[in-house]
T-cell receptor, first 112, second 115 residues
């Protein structure tokens, strides 16, 4: 099945700076890669996703890049704000599989 | 306007006493999932239904069962909860799976405590 590795486990950045979280996946047939944001005690919420036929996708301050050859994808957050503080999970879905496999999460801390 | 509703929000049960968690959806999605999330960990897929077809993950303990009586409702039954089963249980839905994968919509979760 799919295996998703996520780094770093904790990331602290100054407000206004950029944050980058990276994930690698094992199944070359994987074709869908979402990113979820989870605030303390709340449900995960989809913030952006990308399919394997696209190399990059952007939504305001958030972008995701995908390198299929290297089997990794990254989340980029620019001009970080205090409300960006949360745990971020990447995920992938293996070829033929029906459920998402999540990375272990990155705790993003925005320092004022 | 909640679309995936989980009840109760908090559930306390005794060691070994069966417990049922419920989930309902108003999205009319084909797929309903149950995830287990322990503190500071990623959600872990237990099983899912595509319509009435049940799909169990290989490493999901037999202690966990699920029922989906109709499109809107799905239940998680824990037959004999152990202390290690204390976790947040997240229900999610999606319109489709596989190559036609569509995003997950999560409920707010049920936090299970086992005493």
């Amino acid at each position: 099945g799919e295996n998703v590795e996520q780094h770093p486990s904790t990331l602290s950045v100054q407000e206004g700076d950029s944050a980058v979280i990276k994930c690698t996946y094992s199944d070359s047939a994987s074709n869908y890669f979402p990113w979820y944001k989870q605030e303390l005690g709340k449900r995960p919420q989809l913030i952006i996703d990308i399919r394997s036929n696209v190399g990059e996708k952007k939504d305001q301050r958030i972008a995701v890049t995908l390198n299929k050859t290297a089997k990794h994808f990254s989340l980029h957050i620019t001009e970080t704000q205090p409300e960006d503080s949360a745990v971020y999970f990447c995920a992938g879905i293996g070829g033929g599989a029906d459920g998402l496999t999540f990375g272990k999460g990155t705790h993003l801390i925005i320092q004022p | 306007d909640a679309m995936v509703i989980q009840n109760p929000r908090y559930q306390v049960t005794q060691f070994g006493k069966p417990v049922t968690l419920s989930c309902s959806q108003t999205l009319n999605h084909n797929v309903m999932y149950w995830y287990q999330q322990k503190s500071s960990q990623a959600p872990k897929l237990l099983f899912h239904y595509y319509d009435k077809d049940f799909n169990n993950e290989a490493d999901t303990p037999d202690n966990f069962q699920s029922r989906r009586p109709n499109t809107s409702f799905c239940f998680l039954d824990i037959r004999s909860p152990g202390l290690g089963d204390a976790a947040m249980y997240l229900c999610a839905t999606s319109r489709d799976t596989g190559t036609a994968y569509s995003p997950l919509h999560f409920g707010n979760g049920t936090r299970l405590t086992v005493t």
